[in-house]
């Protein structure tokens, strides 16, 4: 029975009418219901990186850039200048409990995050119930590269692939820091609009970093 024959049929006595009928509008209800569900999905999520965003600061980082910002993906990179030789720096690195901002974890406090540097360590929080595994870990070379997968954050919660690449490079006793962050996948609305807040959180976080090497607190 085509729409056509649905939206005509005023016989109420014909069972093949009545239910065509029925599951017609069980069908629309559903669609907008799915939009609903979505928007606020795109609502909320959007909304959290953005004020995450809105309280970072980016001033110890020599330079901050989204590269490539598209609805399949974005990418965003950052430098800095370490007053410290790279072994230094790779210590604290591999170390994020002492320096990641406590307001980006799950469980309110960084001293449940943890990283293995090696391929296939996680980088993961303690959580009171269990635990969270944000991101794996796919290259390690001391002192030189650390390279993982996974989404931070909100992205954990969407269909994206993501890698995270720190690169460390050593001249005269100082260390320049590059973060690369690559996303790629699916989010209501595109990707695109996430880059900026993304890279704000990201450039927070190399800050302190940066200060945790040089002065020893974040």
Same mark, same amino acid.
Request: hydrophobic share 40%; aromatic share 6%.
């Given at each position: 029975?085509?729409?056509?024959?649905?939206?005509?049929?005023?016989?109420?006595?014909?069972?093949?009418?009545?239910?065509?009928?029925?599951?017609?509008?069980?069908?629309?209800?559903?669609?907008?219901?799915?939009?609903?569900?979505?928007?606020?999905?795109?609502?909320?999520?959007?909304?959290?990186?953005?004020?995450?965003?809105?309280?970072?600061?980016?001033?110890?980082? !020599?330079? =901050?850039?989204?590269?490539?910002?598209?609805? $399949? +993906?974005?990418?965003?990179?950052?430098?800095?200048? /370490? #007053? @410290?030789?790279?072994?230094?720096?790779?210590?604290?690195?591999?170390?994020?409990?002492?320096?990641?901002?406590?307001?980006?974890?799950?469980?309110?406090?960084?001293?449940?995050?943890?990283?293995?540097?090696?391929?296939?360590?996680?980088?993961?929080?303690?959580?009171?119930?269990?635990?969270?595994?944000?991101?794996?870990?796919?290259? !390690?070379? =001391?002192?030189?590269?650390?390279?993982?997968? $996974? +989404?931070?954050?909100?992205?954990?919660?969407?269909? /994206? #692939? @993501?890698?995270?690449?720190?690169?460390?490079?050593?001249?005269?006793?100082?260390?320049?820091?590059?973060?690369?962050?690559?996303?790629?996948?699916?989010?209501?609305?595109?990707?695109?609009?996430?880059?900026?807040?993304?890279?704000?959180?990201?450039?927070?976080?190399?800050?302190?970093?940066?200060?945790?090497?040089?002065?020893?607190?974040?």
């Amino acid at each position: 029975m085509t729409l056509q024959e649905i939206r005509h049929d005023g016989d109420t006595s014909n069972p093949r009418a009545a239910e065509a009928r029925r599951v017609f509008g069980a069908q629309r209800r559903g669609l907008v219901l799915q939009q609903t569900i979505n928007r606020g999905y795109q609502h909320r999520m959007y909304r959290r990186l953005i004020g995450l965003a809105l309280i970072s600061s980016t001033a110890s980082i !020599a330079r =901050a850039e989204v590269a490539d910002a598209a609805a $399949g +993906g974005f990418s965003v990179k950052l430098t800095a200048a /370490v #007053a @410290a030789p790279a072994a230094k720096a790779w210590a604290a690195l591999i170390d994020p409990g002492a320096w990641w901002d406590k307001s980006h974890t799950w469980s309110g406090d960084a001293a449940n995050l943890s990283l293995e540097a090696r391929p296939g360590g996680c980088f993961c929080e303690k959580l009171s119930g269990g635990g969270a595994h944000h991101m794996t870990v796919i290259y !390690a070379d =001391a002192g030189k590269l650390l390279r993982m997968t $996974g +989404g931070l954050g909100p992205l954990q919660d969407m269909p /994206v #692939a @993501a890698v995270m690449t720190f690169k460390l490079t050593e001249a005269s006793g100082k260390t320049a820091v590059e973060l690369s962050y690559k996303v790629g996948g699916y989010a209501p609305g595109g990707l695109a609009g996430l880059a900026r807040p993304v890279d704000g959180v990201l450039g927070e976080q190399l800050a302190r970093f940066k200060r945790k090497v040089e002065t020893g607190k974040p």
